[in-house]
């Protein structure tokens, strides 16, 4: 039996010393596992503390982006009123200025209006007048081409030569007579 035991012994030895080998290994395997668990949850870590902060990074620049465009519509929307306010005004100038060349083109018209009539009334009555004095120029002359014929026929009777008579000139120099010159035809 001394040999049996010492064998148990020995093996339990081997088994021992096998036993703790295997359990340092393990033990340095379960430190080398702990320790990449560690960086594990180094990087999970990181990975949260990079994700959240993308997030709020994220959000910060979608709150910008959103003031921005709060700001800028607002200049638009200004922009766009403060042109919409000169087209109104501009709208109303030419209007204004429309009606006020309607109201100078009725004063013109009826300035010339009033003109021409005056002028067309001026010219009838120098008409009638000269067609007045025409005639009365007609019956002068009648007068004295009878007066004329008259002293001529006496002259003749009396055997002596008309003289030239001025008014004779006058009305044939006054355009006034026939083609000929007289009505009767003398020259």
Same mark, same amino acid.
């Given at each position: 039996?001394?040999?049996?035991?010492?064998?148990?012994?020995?093996?339990?030895?081997?088994?021992?010393?096998?036993?703790?080998?295997?359990?340092?290994?393990?033990?340095?395997?379960?430190?080398?596992?702990?320790?990449?668990? *560690?960086?594990?949850?180094?990087?999970?870590e990181?990975?949260?503390?990079?994700?959240?902060?993308a997030?709020?990074?994220?959000?910060?620049?979608?709150?910008?982006?959103?003031?921005?465009? *709060?700001?800028?519509?607002?200049?638009?929307?200004?922009?766009?009123?403060?042109?919409?306010?000169?087209a *109104?005004? *501009?709208?109303?100038?030419?209007?204004?200025?429309?009606?006020?060349?309607?109201?100078?083109?009725?004063?013109?018209?009826?300035?010339?209006s009033?003109?021409?009539?005056?002028?067309?009334?001026?010219?009838?009555?120098?008409?009638?007048?000269?067609?007045?004095?025409?005639?009365?120029?007609?019956?002068?002359?009648?007068?004295?081409?009878?007066?004329?014929?008259?002293?001529?026929?006496?002259?003749?009777?009396?055997?002596?030569?008309?003289?030239?008579?001025?008014?004779?000139?006058?009305?044939?120099?006054?355009?006034?007579?026939?083609?000929?010159?007289?009505?009767?035809?003398?020259?």
């Amino acid at each position: 039996m001394g040999g049996s035991t010492i064998s148990v012994v020995r093996d339990n030895q081997q088994t021992t010393s096998h036993s703790t080998s295997d359990s340092d290994e393990l033990r340095g395997r379960i430190d080398e596992l702990e320790g990449e668990l *560690e960086q594990y949850r180094e990087h999970e870590e990181l990975v949260i503390k990079t994700l959240i902060s993308a997030t709020s990074h994220a959000t910060a620049i979608r709150e910008s982006a959103r003031r921005e465009a *709060e700001l800028t519509l607002r200049k638009a929307r200004a922009e766009a009123e403060k042109r919409k306010a000169g087209a *109104e005004r *501009e709208r109303d100038d030419a209007r204004n200025e429309l009606l006020r060349l309607r109201r100078i083109t009725e004063q013109m018209r009826s300035g010339l209006s009033a003109f021409l009539t005056a002028q067309v009334e001026e010219l009838r009555l120098e008409t009638e007048e000269e067609a007045l004095a025409s005639g009365q120029n007609q019956g002068l002359e009648a007068a004295l081409g009878s007066a004329l014929e008259g002293q001529t026929a006496r002259a003749a009777e009396s055997g002596r030569e008309p003289a030239s008579h001025p008014r004779a000139e006058v009305r044939d120099g006054g355009g006034h007579g026939s083609s000929s010159g007289s009505p009767d035809g003398l020259p």
